[in-house]
């Protein structure tokens, strides 16, 4: 067998690696420090989950500033993003806070058998956004989630806005035409060639906030399920799993509340979607519900810095949420005018920046880590035991036995050690202030 280095970023000397650290907790040696030696330990015979992908997310302001560059640029862009790196994207049902406006599928009031349910808003930016990233991902997938119902299904009647998120009306009628809704959003999608792989029922469903959003408790979110969206998943013979979430776990464990208040709710879903989760819920869920996966489906999206040390944290939280399960990462905003800001108000990271006027665009710090990650990480590998002392990292076993695994040093030398993989030891070498992915075949 042979070591192989495929991707490395280059961290810049001057970084405040203790501003990370402030993020994110442990992240290994740091500048200034004694090395103990880049000695790292895989076994590639306990294998643990098997890998759906990683991607990010689109958005209909992400979508117009690509389309405001040239055609060359556009395909560039698009390129560079996914090209041999992701595979499996977020899709907003509807708006998000990152659209352009409040809107759904079908905003015509009272239209319970959704006979006005059109793809015409997203024909403009998102569609063609989607187009373009398909063609350097042949096998895209797809995961789903609403940020809020139709406005005349919600007892507020409004998707957005300072009276809050308000909730799905409790009636049977709206339950009823909200999974038809969901069943339209997967028919008109595969109709325009994308095939919704996954659907989270509802985004941040304990939030209450300004932007597009929904209320929705766990009791409520099990009875659709349950009793709505499975039967006319069924009923339609669709394939696309469902999945409850996405559950944000910050303050509270709103994941396992799910499960634990509605016994026997797992037989109807696939798995969980997380974002903006401490590890610990997660945990609980593979040790009380072995069968369910779970999915991140959301990066923390900080205030539009894009610095280096928000990179630094994305790549400790990708390694932590596949170190406790997940089989997904999905970055949030991929692209984002200069702006950078919601149409609610408030700035967000992108990997990419685009001057809507100059015409021009840049990357930031995110893409570098996530390119990395998505060279890594391939569809179909499986997690593997990977073990060292300073060294923040993560194996994968692919499925032609070829073994993938990225490791960091923060230190501001190279160091110098071996990885031993099933009791084959390689020499290796870690260039300061890098994070790098490794081939071994």
Not at 29 to 48: C, K
Not at 110 to 133: G, H, N, V, W
Not at 210 to 230: E, S, Y
């Amino acid at each position: 067998m042979q070591l192989e280095e495929i991707y490395r970023v280059n961290i810049p000397s001057d970084i405040n690696l203790k501003e990370t650290s402030q993020m994110c907790g442990d992240i290994g040696d740091q500048p200034n420090q004694r090395t103990f030696g880049a000695f790292l330990y895989i076994n590639s015979h306990m294998e643990f989950q098997e890998i759906r992908g990683l991607g990010g997310a689109f958005s209909e302001l992400g979508g117009k500033a690509l389309l405001a560059l040239s055609d060359e640029d556009q395909k560039q862009v698009c390129k560079d993003i996914v090209y041999d790196k992701f595979n499996y994207f977020r899709l907003p049902i509807g708006a998000s806070d990152f659209a352009l406006d409040a809107y759904s599928l079908d905003d015509v009031e009272d239209d319970f058998e959704m006979e006005s349910f059109s793809l015409e808003r997203d024909e403009k930016y998102m569609i063609p956004y989607m187009a373009m990233c398909r063609a350097y991902a042949p096998n895209m997938g797809i995961h789903a989630s609403p940020w809020s119902p139709p406005a005349w299904m919600k007892d507020n009647k409004q998707m957005a806005g300072a009276g809050g998120a308000g909730k799905l009306i409790d009636d049977p009628r709206y339950y009823d035409a909200y999974a038809k809704y969901f069943v339209r959003v997967v028919e008109e999608y595969a109709n325009k060639g994308f095939d919704i792989d996954r659907i989270n029922v509802q985004n941040e469903p304990e939030a209450n906030p300004i932007f597009p959003g929904c209320n929705m408790d766990v009791q409520q979110m099990a009875k659709l399920i349950r009793d709505h969206m499975v039967p006319a998943f069924e009923a339609a013979e669709l394939d696309t799993k469902i999945f409850a979430g996405t559950f944000r776990t910050i303050n509270e464990a709103t994941a396992c509340e799910f499960l634990s208040e509605n016994p026997g709710i797992e037989e109807y879903i696939e798995g969980i979607g997380t974002q903006y989760t401490t590890m610990q819920p997660l945990y609980n869920i593979l040790q009380n519900y072995p069968g369910l996966k779970l999915m991140h489906t959301e990066s923390v999206c900080y205030k539009g810095e894009n610095t280096w040390e928000q990179a630094i944290a994305l790549y400790m939280n990708i390694v932590n949420y596949i170190n406790a399960g997940c089989d997904t990462f999905t970055y949030w905003n991929m692209i984002l005018n200069t702006k950078g800001t919601s149409t609610w108000g408030w700035k967000q990271n992108s990997m990419v920046t685009i001057d809507e006027e100059e015409k021009t665009y840049q990357y930031n710090p995110d893409f570098y880590v996530m390119a990395l990650a998505g060279k890594c990480i391939k569809p179909g590998a499986r997690r593997i035991v990977y073990a060292a002392r300073s060294k923040v990292g993560i194996a994968f076993k692919n499925v032609d036995g070829s073994i993938h695994f990225m490791v960091s040093n923060f230190l501001d030398k190279e160091d110098v050690g071996t990885v031993t993989i099933d009791q084959e030891k390689f020499e290796l070498k870690l260039k300061p202030m890098s994070i790098t992915a490794f081939k071994v075949s």
